[in-house]
């Protein structure tokens, strides 16, 4: 069963990821409103299926204590981030998953490499992390503002023409050597239509309650917008790895675009396949012993193990309890 999910899976992200090596065209390539032939009405029950397979492979993952995963989530704005993280997420351990959104550096942030602080920000062992924007936000606002890079006080040899092919290798070693260390990286673009942007802007001025949301500055970019495409193709193209590979994301339909990030996390997840610990022989016993103390202490009239109770033996003698034939 498990492998024919995998297989659903990994046949369903295949269209989004980006190939290591290739060319990318953001426009001409990736269609922001694809939705593979569903219906939403079939998407809310495929997405319910992807949270309960999150909820299942982050307890193993926090169980074993030795894979990390990062979730880089990158987008124009409006591109759906938040909503994304809080729809996809809705089912794990909150304790088990670190959430780092990046605004403007501090003066700190400044006095050091252009991926110290987000290096302070890495999942530990058992953990999802998730970055809000990431570290590819220095080779795409940091590109399309050279003002931006002229704050960074690099020297002067550091800002020559081939700045960028620097930083696209300077990430794409970090990301091996974080992969090579245990933590799995996993890139999605959520890719959004001007037009749907646009729609979303003016829901975020007409409805009061969404008022907040909206900045002047978000107008300024979106002028910027076919900077940010050629900057977001060069970043893809360039970045997509065997060991961290980028997966594009019809973000036009907010359901399915959650359904696809959930199916890339799944994905990633299933491939790591975090077991449970095992004990030995000796905390077998230990834990045999516990379970006696703690059944002589059942009050008159409740079961000494409410739980065995209540989940009778199997047929094949199994009965899944710590210490039990189940271990």
Not at 129 to 154: A, C, K, M, T, W
Not at 263 to 286: K, M, N, S, W
Request: aromatic share 10%; hydrophobic share 35%.
């Amino acid at each position: 069963m498990a492998d024919k999910r995998a297989k659903r899976i990994a046949k369903f992200i295949k269209p989004l990821r980006v190939k290591p090596g290739s060319e990318v065209d953001l426009e001409a390539d990736f269609d922001p409103r694809f939705k593979a032939g569903l219906k939403k009405r079939e998407g809310t029950e495929l997405l319910r299926s992807g949270v309960s397979l999150l909820a299942e492979y982050q307890d193993r993952l926090a169980a074993q204590d030795t894979y990390g995963v990062l979730l880089c989530l990158q987008a124009l704005d409006a591109g759906g981030k938040d909503g994304t993280i809080r729809h996809v997420m809705s089912g794990v351990n909150p304790q088990g998953v670190h959430v780092s959104s990046f605004k403007v550096p501090s003066a700190e942030e400044l006095d050091h490499d252009f991926l110290w602080r987000y290096a302070q920000r890495l999942p530990a062992r058992g953990d999802i992390g998730i970055f809000n924007r990431s570290h590819y936000e220095e080779v795409l606002v940091v590109r399309v503002h050279p003002e931006v890079l002229d704050r960074q006080r690099l020297p002067d040899e550091a800002k020559g023409p081939g700045i960028w092919e620097d930083r696209y290798r300077a990430i794409n070693d970090w990301e091996r050597y974080l992969t090579e260390n245990g933590f799995k990286v996993v890139k999605i673009f959520l890719n959004l239509s001007k037009e749907e942007q646009r729609t979303r802007f003016l829901k975020r001025i007409d409805l009061p309650e969404k008022n907040w949301k909206f900045s002047a500055a978000d107008i300024r970019e979106r002028e910027r917008w076919d900077d940010y495409q050629e900057a977001f193709s060069e970043m893809l193209s360039a970045t997509s790895t065997p060991w961290a590979p980028w997966y594009v994301v019809p973000a036009d339909r907010k359901w399915f675009a959650r359904i696809c990030a959930a199916a890339v996390l799944a994905h990633t997840l299933i491939g790591l396949d975090p077991q449970y610990p095992t004990v030995g022989d000796e905390a077998r016993q230990e834990l045999r012993a516990a379970r006696r103390r703690l059944e002589k202490q059942a009050p008159e009239g409740a079961a000494d193990d409410p739980y065995a109770a209540a989940h009778p033996v199997g047929r094949d003698g199994r009965d899944g309890r710590p210490g039990g034939s189940g271990s």
